[in-house]
Each structure stands twice: as structure tokens, then as C-alpha cells.
């Protein structure tokens, strides 16, 4: 008896209530909530049901729930439903019926809490798409960790997911970085508007290794040696960070393809021949604001140049038309502009702007000792991914990261990732998987292995049930992780689920004890702890951290 089994058990009886009274049971949601009540006394489970629809439906809601308690008791799975206040319902599950949840998990393995409610549904993931001017900085390295989060989160849910970094390799960016590149490789200073850092040096050194007489290049020839070398040096340096990082995308899109295929100009004339797009003060304007946005966005400069959303544009339609239903922008926190602009674009192009969601990441702080953390060892004036690595390791630079929603400032307290201690997040939960993996081991040692159906029925303790009905919201935790992109649902919920194992196991005795013989609630508990650790496995797993066997 899963949460989602006794949601339908619940809705069905209510069907069976109303239709028994000659009633309309179209009242009903399609999908009835359960909760885990706040207090446990109160029951397992409990549903608002009867306040929600009684009146909707001609009944008084405590009558309601009352006749709702009577049916859902009927099941076997069911130890008792009772109304309370003014017609909320408690259920109690029967032991075995709770226990079932135990089995479901040890029978689906790894595939446990997935569901198919994304299925069929192809989705471009675009995120990190850091300028190859410099190592990816602590706001990319948020949305490595998140971006990868939820593209495992949506495909748990049966989405097909295109992984894609948007190369930005055109545009003024990198005629900064190629020119600082070249003072470096002089000796000189970077320009005022350039780049600094060690990064840039080591760079210019390497061009000059494998072109040496390039700076005695004619000044065109010399600024294109630099930025075609300079360019694949620094993003293959970003690849591999990523890469360790436990991060890899499916597609690497280079913006400047954009240009050189025509797609830009060729998407320009589909605006303007829709009626899209107008001349005005020598430049050609979107009619952004018929869709949304605050005000109408320049596409063809003055100078016959195509602005930055020239190739947004381009590069929407070309996502769409390799078949995408939705496509997700992971942006830093000064970009809320684009949100209307690109969903302005999509609906210029003659698309549901539904097709484009935009997410938005705040900015990340490092502290240690109580005071910001603010230079790099490398990059000079930014802290890096490496820097954050290198600190805390990368589990738990990504545990830290998608724990906490994206929309809010996070401040990264370095010395707390450092502590083998319960204060620190990613460690409470890894030690609970490397607890569980040492359990099993030591049964092992003494023989003892699931072979068969343990009697579940036997998992009567309080902690027991709580570590039961714990494990079951997975799915559920699961399925609005991905419903309202929000991937530090999972670690939350990890967090919960590994307090509600070393409760249980600090008052649950699973192995026997010197000549003491093994007992079927031995097996009982062996099996709860299989199931324990194969959901903290599973939920990890979904957010790129490792589940150690051994601490």
C-alpha cells in the first residue's frame, strides 16, 4: 500500500460514496492528496478530500467523511480510517499492506521512484554555456550541478533529454579575450576591457608553442590564429572541468555556425516576411512587445550587424526544428530580460512561447572562516570551479549546490563541507548509505541472506513505519522534482530519509548478538534496509553524487 495506491483506493471510495447517494462524482480531483500527518499519533497517512469537494458534491463534509472513512476501512491494506475536525481523514495501514512498500523497492532496484509522466516528451536542456573566455566561474558551476540534476530528474520521469552547451564563438567577448591573449603573448598588460589571470597566460604560451611565429603575423592573420587556437584551448580546458565536474552534454552548438550557415539571416527573412519585424531609425525591430515584452528589441542594427538576439532567434528555431517540445534556458541572475524575449521570439516564429522555459540562478558566495571567499589562485578576480573542487571535493560541491533552490542567493560554507560530521549535509547522507553497505556486509559475514519473502508484516515499530512511509514518498518527491524543476526537492528529501534510518537504527536492533540465532524479523529488518539503501542509491544517483560503500 504505496501513498499513490492508497490515493486511488481513496478516490475510487469516493466514487462508491457519491454514487451510492445519487450524487455527481465529477467533483472529485483526478488525483486525491495524501500527506504524511505532522504529528504520527494522528495516523500513516491523511487526506483533506472531504473538505475539498463534500459541499461541491451536496453533503456535509464531516458526513462525507465519515461514509469515505466507512468504505476505505472495507480494504484489507486499511487498519482503520477515522474523521477528525471538521472532516479531515487518518488512515492506519496494515502492517503487511505497509510493509508491500518494502518488496516494491527491493524488486525494482534501480529503477525505483521512476515514473512516465514525461514520456514522449523530447526536451532540450541547455545550460553552464560559459563564454570560452576564461574557467567556468562559481554561477556556471551551479547550473553544472543543477542542470545535470534535472536532466536526470526529467528523464527519470520518461522524457527524452538533449544535454547542450551553446558555444558562444562570436561576438565582442572574444575579440576581448583574443586581444588580451596577444598582449599576454608580448608581455604587456591586458587592455582596459580585457581579460586577467594566469589562465591568459598560460594560454598565449601555448599558442606560441604550437604557432611560434605568430605573433610576426599580418595583424588579421595574427588576431585569427589566436582566437581559432585560443578559443579551442580554453573550451577544451572547460570540457574536461565539466567533465571531472561529473557533467557531459550531448550536443555542443557553436553560435557562430549560426552565422556562417545563413540560419540567422534566413530566420530575419521569415520575420520580415510575417510582418514580424519593421525598419525603423535604419535598423530592423521585433514586435516584442505584441507578445509580451516590455518593449520592442532591435535584430538588424543601424550598421546592417545582427544584434545578440539575432541569434537567439536563429538558435530557437533551429532547437525546434529538430523536433524539441520544450526548451529550458538555465540563466545567471541578470538576465530576467530574457524570459519575455525569448518568449516573445518563439511566438514571432509562430510557436507556443510554452515551448521556451526559462530558469534563473542566483549568485553563489564562498565564505570560510566567516569571511567571503574572493580570489581565485588561477583566474585572478573570480572563483572558479576548480577553486570549489579542489576545497571540498566534488560531491559535495554538488550535493551543496542543488540543495537549495536555484532563485535564492546561496552562501557556501566551506569549512562545514569539510566535517565528517552530521552537521554537514552530503556526509549525514552518504553515511547512511555506507552504514546500510557495512550492515550488509556484516550480515553477509554471518551468512544471512534475502532469499525469499521476509514476513514484512513483522515491521510494527514506530521507527519501523516511519522509515517505511519515508521510503514511499520517493516517487512522489520524485515526480514534483520534475513537474516544478526543482532537483534540491531530492536532496531534501535524501536528508529525510537518511535521519529516518539512523532513528531506526538507533533503536531497531537488525543483526543478532554472539550465539543468538537469526529470526524472521531479523530478514524483516535486513529486507527494510536493503530497501533504505537502494532508495538513498537511486536518490543520489540523481543528483551526480557517489554512494559510498565505505567511510
Not at 453 to 481: C, Q, V
Request: negative net charge; charged residues 25%; glycine residues 8%.
Amino acid at each position: 500500500m504505496t501513498p499513490a495506491v492508497l490515493a486511488d483506493l481513496v478516490r475510487s471510495s469516493a466514487v462508491q460514496v457519491l454514487s451510492a447517494r445519487g450524487l455527481d462524482h465529477a467533483v472529485l480531483p483526478e488525483t486525491v492528496t495524501i500527506e504524511r500527518p505532522r504529528n504520527p499519533e494522528h495516523g500513516d497517512y491523511a487526506t483533506n478530500l472531504a473538505l475539498q469537494v463534500a459541499k461541491k458534491a451536496g453533503m456535509a463534509p464531516r458526513e462525507f467523511a465519515q461514509a469515505l472513512a466507512d468504505e476505505v476501512a472495507k480494504d484489507d491494506g486499511v487498519e482503520s480510517a477515522e474523521v477528525a475536525g471538521p472532516g479531515f481523514l487518518n488512515f492506519r495501514l496494515a502492517a503487511e499492506a505497509q510493509g508491500e512498500q518494502v518488496r516494491q523497492v527491493l524488486a525494482a532496484g534501480e529503477s525505483y521512484g521512476t515514473g512516465d509522466a514525461l514520456a514522449g516528451q523530447k526536451i532540450n536542456l541547455e545550460f553552464v554555456s560559459a563564454n570560452p573566455t576564461g574557467p567556468i566561474h562559481l554561477g556556471g558551476t551551479r547550473w553544472a550541478a543543477v542542470g545535470d540534476a534535472l536532466g536526470r530528474i526529467l528523464g527519470a520521469q520518461g522524457a527524452e533529454v538533449t544535454r547542450e552547451y551553446y558555444f558562444n564563438d562570436a561576438g565582442a567577448q572574444i575579440d576581448r579575450f583574443v586581444r588580451s591573449l596577444i598582449a599576454a603573448a608580448k608581455g604587456e598588460s591586458a587592455p582596459e576591457d580585457g581579460y586577467a589571470g594566469g589562465y591568459i597566460s598560460d594560454i598565449a604560451a601555448e599558442v606560441l608553442r604550437q604557432q611560434p611565429s605568430a605573433l610576426s603575423l599580418p595583424e588579421q592573420e595574427r588576431h585569427e590564429t589566436f582566437r581559432k587556437i585560443g578559443i579551442e584551448l580554453m573550451f577544451s580546458e572547460i570540457k574536461k572541468s565539466l567533465h571531472d565536474f561529473g557533467t557531459d552534454f550531448d550536443v555542443y552548438f557553436q553560435e557562430d555556425s549560426l552565422h556562417k550557415s545563413g540560419a540567422v539571416r534566413k530566420a530575419v527573412e521569415t520575420l520580415k516576411e510575417s510582418g514580424r519585424l519593421y525598419a525603423a531609425d535604419g535598423a530592423w525591430w521585433l514586435r516584442s512587445t505584441e507578445f509580451g515584452d516590455d518593449k520592442d528589441r532591435v535584430v538588424i542594427k543601424s550598421d546592417g550587424a545582427p544584434a545578440y538576439i539575432a541569434g537567439d532567434i536563429a538558435y530557437l528555431q533551429d532547437k525546434i526544428a529538430r523536433g524539441f517540445d520544450l526548451c529550458f534556458y538555465m540563466l545567471g541572475a541578470d538576465h530576467h530580460g530574457y524570459i519575455a524575449r525569448l518568449k516573445a521570439a518563439a511566438a514571432a516564429l509562430g510557436h507556443d512561447p510554452a515551448v521556451v522555459e526559462v530558469l534563473i540562478g542566483q549568485m553563489v558566495n564562498l565564505v570560510s572562516d566567516g569571511k567571503p571567499v574572493r580570489m581565485s589562485k588561477r583566474a585572478g578576480t573570480v572563483i572558479t570551479m576548480e577553486d570549489l573542487v579542489e576545497a571540498v571535493g566534488v560531491d559535495a560541491a554538488r550535493y551543496e549546490l542543488t540543495r537549495y533552490s536555484v532563485d535564492s542567493t546561496l552562501d557556501i560554507d566551506l569549512d562545514l563541507l569539510r566535517k565528517h560530521s552530521n552537521d554537514n549535509p552530503v556526509y549525514y547522507v552518504q553515511y547512511a548509505h555506507a552504514r546500510l553497505a557495512s550492515l550488509q556486509r556484516n550480515a553477509a559475514e554471518l551468512g544471512l541472506k534475502l532469499e525469499g519473502d521476509a514476513d514484512l508484516s513483522l515491521l510494527t515499530h514506530p521507527r519501523e513505519g516511519d522509515l517505511i512511509r519515508t521510503i514511499g514518498e520517493f516517487g512522489k518527491t520524485l515526480s514534483k522534482a520534475a513537474e516544478l524543476r526543482e532537483p534540491h526537492r531530492v536532496a531534501r528529501y535524501l536528508e529525510s530519509l537518511a535521519s529516518a534510518y539512523h532513528k531506526f537504527y538507533d533503536v531497531a536492533r537488525v543483526l543478532p548478538q554472539g550465539d543468538e540465532e537469526a529470526t524472521p524479523l531479523t530478514f524483516a529488518r535486513l529486507a527494510l534496509c536493503a530497501a533504505a539503501r537502494q532508495v538513498l542509491a537511486n536518490g543520489l544517483s540523481l543528483l551526480g553524487v557517489s554512494a559510498p560503500e565505505r567511510m
